[in-house]
């Protein structure tokens, strides 16, 4: 179920696959590029302080230490005004020292300009030759003063350059925040992807797979849920669809088999399929040496019953007779109709005196199951069955003698069975003729007509 | 002594001439000209080899390697550096001026490389303005027109070395004269037994900022230049040049 946010006509429709990803790429794309200018924005202060370090803070440094180096020049001219060697030495130094407590850059710094100038003139003084006074404590405290200014000045120039490094290390510290805050959101991207990819494209890709694999091997199987994406979900129809043709197919061609194979009528074999089977079955038997039987029947005065009460009764007969046989007969035997009111019976793994007690049997049942008819009519029906073995006959060398022992069951009173006698050699002169033509195909043979 | 310093590498001079043949802005045949002084000392001097000395031909010669250029240093006189970078006859002048408003009107400035002031010497008693003091400069120089401009009885002379001799033979009775030129001439054996007094002049005439000149076509030359000061004075030379000549640090 697609989130309530999403349009109306992709939570009906499914989502066309390309549009959503596309979506959440473009969601992802601009939240990565504010990530990224985000992450650009550190950089570029960190490059903005460095350059800054370069250009102005480690020049400043370095005047800072220039300045540090002339306090302490200060100092060791001052030591030479005091105590030089010559005289000329001695006013070669103060006049350095003059310099230096004038040299503009010394006088930018308020601290070095005071001690500078308070330095000047004690030693001013202290060189004049008539001065007697021991200064060597006040200098000794001056000198010191020089010395401490010195490294004040160094150590602020050093902090200028400690300051911007601070604030780039504390840059760098945010920075490395933010990188990991983007890496989780690629990260946690690339996972709802993966989700997304199996959720919607793989697992449907896998019942489709599924589904067309049971096709294959011929189960049609159950319809599967729609899935989101929309290509997604025309495939699966696709699908649907292949299955419920197949379905189709297969069941038209049962249809086909059962039309080609089944009496309408009886719901019994048709002759071609009988005949097909037994063929099959009567050369399994003979190559084995196996009993085999088969037999035709043929109901009583059923042209009577066909003129007396209609062709529907008659259909009723046929359809009651053949409940009867299917009844009676075992599952190994095989019977169809052989055309009108003709039956055709295999019976394989049996022998004439078997087979022949069976079909006693069932002479009598479709005797004692008369048709009942709407009217409180009782229509007897009866059944005349010839029986032969198959020995190493043909099949339709085996039915010709069957047919003529039901004549002969005909001929004899009807509701009966008559056993053919055993085939010879020269006695099947047709057995390798072709089957005997049914009663129900154009007009009966005279040696073939019933009453 | 021609100093060569990191230039000394033939292979590296090659590389040098290559790079300064690319240089469009440059004279014809890949050369930056270079207008300095001769005598004096301790800024700009012949040595006894005959070739140009001193804190600036230094800083001119570390300048051309950071801008990785070969550079032909020329003599001229004070009073002809700035007519001369203003006409274009060199590309840049190596020679300490004071930033003024006069001379910033003809030629471009590099920014400071030092700050500066000026040196009064005189006999004792000989105050900067006393009436009747003779005062002797340098033609040309910041200190010269100073001079001038009060209405002194003021004397020129063409070069800083000259100056010595005219307070030993009594021709003047004051020199005024930058700071850095000062130290050299208070060393003078000869002017140290006239025992003259040293005043320190902070006019803003006299002070302030002091730049290399740059001819005023090639602004993007001053660019160059001013990188390269940067370059020297963060990575030492200017500094190590500054002690091979003075007793304390020009900032």
Known sequence: ?451 | MYRLRSLNNRAFLSVLLALATCAPALANDGVVRVAVLSNSPPMSYTDAAGQPAGFNVGIAQALCAAMEVRCQLTVVPLQRVIPAVAAGEFDFSAVSLLDTPERRAKVLFTKAYYRSNSVWFAKPGVEPGAAGARVAAVAGSAQFRYAAAQGWSTTSVRHHSELPALLMAGKVDAVLLPMATSLTLRQDPGIQSLGLATTIMRQAELSGDVSFAVDPAKPELRERIDQAFDRIKRDGSFDRLNSEYFPFRLQ
């Open chain 1, 1 to 451: 179920m697609a989130p309530r946010f999403f349009p109306e006509r992709w939570r009906n429709g499914g989502w066309p696959a390309g549009k959503a990803f596309a979506f959440i790429g473009g969601v992802f794309g601009s939240i990565f590029l504010a990530l990224l200018i985000w992450l650009a924005a550190d950089q570029r202060v960190v490059l903005e302080r460095s350059q800054r370090l370069l250009d102005k803070t480690v020049p400043s440094t370095l005047e800072q230490f220039r300045l540090a180096r002339n306090v302490e020049q200060l100092r060791l001219e001052g030591e030479r005004v005091l105590s030089g060697p010559t005289p000329v030495a001695r006013q070669q130094a103060l006049f350095i020292v003059s310099l230096l407590a004038s040299h503009p850059a010394l006088l930018a710094d308020a601290r070095a300009a005071a001690l500078a100038h308070e330095v000047e003139a004690f030693l001013a003084r202290a060189a004049r030759a008539d001065s007697k006074v021991d200064d060597s404590a006040e200098w000794a405290t001056l000198s010191n003063r020089l010395s401490l200014l010195a490294d004040d000045v160094s150590i602020d120039g050093v902090n200028l350059a400690t300051d911007d490094l601070r604030q780039m290390a504390a840059t760098m510290a945010s920075s490395r925040v933010r990188l990991a805050i983007v890496l989780a959101v690629v990260a946690a991207f690339v996972g709802a992807i993966l989700f997304l990819i199996h959720r919607y494209l793989i697992r449907p890709l896998q019942a489709m797979d599924e589904a067309l694999s049971a096709l294959r091997s011929g189960q049609a199987s159950k319809p599967f849920a729609t899935a989101l994406m929309r290509e997604i979900g025309a495939v699966e129809g696709a699908i649907g669809e292949l299955r419920e043709a197949m379905h189709e197919k297969e069941q038209a061609a049962r249809q086909l088999l059962l039309l080609a194979t089944i009496d309408d009528l009886t719901g019994m074999f048709n002759r071609r399929h009988f005949m097909a089977l037994a063929d099959e079955e009567i050369k399994r038997a003979q190559r084995y040496d196996r009993p085999i039987c088969v037999a035709m029947a043929d109901l009583d005065f059923f042209k009577q019953i066909n003129d007396n009460y209609g062709h529907a009764v008659g259909d009723l007969v046929l359809q009651s007779v053949a409940q009867v046989i299917e009844k009676t007969l075992r599952q190994s035997d095989w019977v169809c109709r052989y055309g009108g009111e003709e039956f055709a019976f295999l019976f394989p793994e049996t022998g004439v005196e078997e087979a022949h007690r069976l079909a006693d049997r069932l002479c009598q049942r479709v005797a004692r199951n008369p048709l009942e008819l709407a009217n409180d009519v009782c229509l007897p029906i009866t059944l005349s069955l010839g029986l032969a073995d198959v020995g190493s006959a043909s099949l339709a060398a085996a039915l010709r003698r069957a047919d003529t022992a039901l004549y002969e069951a005909k001929r004899q009173g009807r509701n009966r069975v008559a056993i053919a006698p055993l085939a010879t050699a020269a006695a099947d002169p047709a057995s390798s003729s072709v089957e005997p033509q049914p009663p129900a195909a154009g007009p009966d043979p005279p040696a073939r007509s019933r009453p």
